[in-house]
Nanobody, 115 residues
């Protein structure tokens, strides 16, 4: 059974930082494109950052320059370093694994940016 388990969420003040982690129980982790999505109350889920199997990254305009996605294929982990956090970043953050034939989601981790 495939599992994606996120961790690292929490409450942080504006301007602070958090690092999210996603542990993947995927036998062929290295071939999957990995991503982070988020969903705020009353809003649709949106893509935040993605990284291909080859390491190419892509970011939503709202987080460019503040967030960094990375992956460690040996550990089957993907990370999201979030700096200069803003109240608008408050949401549940989900890890996503995507291949040509499969797509998986984690259960989500709450990030709250508030003073």
């Amino acid at each position: 059974q495939v599992q994606l388990v996120e961790s690292g969420g929490g409450l942080v003040q504006p301007g602070g930082s958090l690092r999210l982690s996603c542990a993947a129980s995927l036998s062929a982790f290295s071939i999957f494109a990995m991503g982070w999505f988020r969903q705020a109350p009353g809003k649709q889920r949106e893509s935040v950052a993605a990284i291909t199997s080859g390491g190419t990254t892509n970011y939503a305009d709202s987080v460019k320059g503040r967030f960094t996605i990375s992956r460690d294929n040996a550990k089957k982990m993907v990370y999201l370093q979030m700096n200069s956090l803003e109240p608008g970043d408050t949401a549940v953050y989900y890890c996503n694994a995507n291949s040509t034939i499969s797509r998986y989601w984690g259960q989500g981790t709450q990030v709250t940016v508030s003073s």
